[in-house]
């Protein structure tokens, strides 16, 4: 029984070494020499206040600004062949970096991580798709748009619906928790609704034949129709537009008004309508109005 | 094999792969240093101390009912914000996976430990060893080999889980194969499977050999 004296004591270094153990694990962390690009660049920057977004000339000194893109999600943000980021908000990103002066960190975000990954300081900028809704703007500033989406309505091209009068007593197909959805059981009762799970599930179903039309996102239904022959998307524009804006932490102004005044100056030089043709139009066809999509100086 | 062209797009493969040195560092890093924190972790909880005890028994418990993806999301967004403790995404989940492996393996480690009869500790005393030789020459080596088989498992889950990396941010093997699917989808609509098949497969490659490994040891420990 001599031992159990000496464990006491023993175990009390031991405790001892594990937490020094996991907390010198911990603080080489970010910047172990991890494998992915992202990782080794910004070990320093993190200021006093909890997670506080970083100034301009912070982001002008370290030479890069962080900014979140979505990368599976053509053509706003996504991957090309080569690994580099490319889409609509990636050629907006890399112009604002260029104006700014800095090189950009591209973090890929999902969806739901778009609003913490600006509240716990992980980029700078959100520019992924980021639709504003009231919800939204408690947690994040929006800047001003440079993009709307509304809803379109694709239907086969031998049956063309190019007015939402058409769809009376006929058969939509829509997708479970869209704003479509929402929509048309508002404003449209006589339109029988079918609805599905997925986008993939409601494609087939219009291929089939098992509705007349279907209803969601503008650019979505857009991008499908040209890829799919027989299909056109006879109303590209209905019910309330929702605008896309870039998004900072809430309270970062100057890096807000940096991008008002960045968007204010772009309009000039017609900026997004070139980002469309160089990265929507490929996708879109030429039979869309840019008009439909693009904002230019934040101005609806 | 409609749609397998996409394999054969240049670029696809090199970016699955790096994708999958990402998942492998990450792993590697997590086991590399799970083994260690868990066999001190394991030690502490053979301890009579109670109040060593009850502190191991509160940090196992917590981290075995915490989802891992809820603890990925607490020691990523929530450290930022609360501590000021800005972890970027790798090392966020390098943390958060040495932590829940030690945690499981230091319960592993545990079991084992107690899992050997007293009559080996007395028999080493009456011949002489100290506690520390005792611990090291007769009852660790007998440990490790009921350790062994249980541990290897965790290894693979450690493997299986990174993929929730994705959800930070991390772009490891599952994201390059979206952003692949994603950048194809109207090229190769059906090259989904195509991608997810090589990924399992790439997956497969990674724990197989961890199996292979073990069951020789196993083998060669059983003729011991």
Known sequence: ?300 | MQGAEILLQPGVFPRLLQGLWVTVWIAGVSVGVSIPVGLVVGWLMTLKNPVVRALMRIYLDFIRIMPQLALLFLAYYGFARWFDWNLDATGACVLVFILWGGAELGDLVRGALQSIPKVQYESSYVLGLSPWQTFSRVILPQAVRRLLPASVNLATRIVKTTSLAVLLGVVEVIKVGQQIIDANRFQYPSGTLWIYGVIFFMYFIVCWPLSIVARQLEKRWSHD
């Not at chain 1, 090189?103 to 639709?131: G, M, Q, W």
């Not at chain 1, 007015?163 to 829509?174: A, M, P, Y």
Request: proline share 3%; with cysteine; glycine share 8%.
């Open chain 1, 1 to 300: 029984m001599t031992i159990k004296v000496g464990t006491t004591i023993k175990s009390i270094i031991a405790a001892g070494a594990a937490l020094i153990m996991a907390a010198s694990v911990a603080a080489c962390g970010p910047s172990a020499a991890t494998p992915s690009d992202t990782a080794s660049s910004d070990s320093g920057s993190s200021s006093s206040a909890n997670a506080k977004a970083r100034s301009l000339d912070e982001i002008k000194k370290s030479g890069t600004i962080k900014i979140a893109v979505f990368s599976d999600k053509a053509p706003f943000g996504y991957v090309d062949q080569d690994g580099k980021y490319q889409g609509y908000d990636v050629v907006f990103a890399e112009r604002l970096a260029k104006d700014l002066g800095v090189k950009v960190e591209y973090t890929s975000v999902d969806p739901a991580a778009r609003v913490d990954v600006l509240t716990s300081n992980k980029v700078d900028l959100v520019l992924a798709n980021f639709t504003v809704t009231d919800e939204r703007k408690e947690k994040v500033d929006f800047a001003k748009p440079y993009m709307k989406v509304a809803l379109g309505v694709v239907s086969p091209e031998s049956a063309e619906i190019t007015d939402v009068s058409q769809l009376d007593g006929k058969t939509l197909i829509i997708a479970k928790g869209t704003t479509a959805e929402t929509y048309f059981e508002e404003n449209y009762p006589n339109v029988t609704l079918q609805k599905y799970d997925q986008y993939a599930d409601a494609y087939n179903a219009l291929l089939d034949g098992r509705g007349d039309a279907f209803s969601t996102d503008n650019t979505e239904v857009l991008a499908w129709a040209k890829a799919n022959k027989g299909f056109k998307v006879g109303i590209t524009k209905l019910g309330d537009e929702d605008t896309i804006a870039p998004a900072v932490q809430k309270g970062n102004k100057e890096l807000l008004d940096f991008v008002n005044e960045e968007i204010a100056k772009l309009g000039e030089e017609n900026f997004f309508h070139k980002d469309y043709e160089q990265t929507l139009e490929p996708v879109y066809g030429d039979e869309v109005n840019p008009d439909d999509i693009v904002v230019e100086n934040g101005e609806l």
